[in-house]
């Protein structure tokens, strides 16, 4: 017998049911909150929440990696991490410019590392 996870069809059970657990969610979320002003005091405290969760889990692939990750040396880590803070701000506040080049800080010094 073959693992289901391991076969073409249990992947797409896992996705089907990962689309039907999550966008009914999404659109009621969607539903709900097309009238909340982006000023309102909940839409900050929802920004402020989000931010939060996201700065946690950057200083937790920072300082406690997992994977491959946790291969390369801390600072190569912090490198990363600074750069793509550096990239975000001299962007004028882009995330996609700040993640983009954290990551490329990250392959250039695991290249270079595998390359010694």
């Known amino acids: 017998m073959t693992n289901v996870l391991s076969s073409l069809e249990g992947t797409l059970i896992i996705l089907l049911v990962a689309l039907f657990m999550h966008e009914p969610f999404r659109w009621l979320g969607l539903y709900l909150g097309r009238k909340v002003s982006a000023g309102s005091a909940i839409f900050s405290w929802v920004k402020a929440v989000s931010n939060a969760i996201v700065a ?23 490198a990363a991490f600074l750069s793509g803070v550096g990239l975000y701000y001299a962007a004028g506040r882009q995330i996609g410019i700040g993640v983009v080049g954290a990551a490329a800080v990250l392959v250039a010094g695991s290249v270079l590392i595998a390359g010694t």
């Open 56 to 78: 946690a889990l950057v200083m937790r692939l920072l300082l406690f990696p997992a994977g491959e990750l946790a291969a390369l040396p801390l600072a190569l880590r912090g």
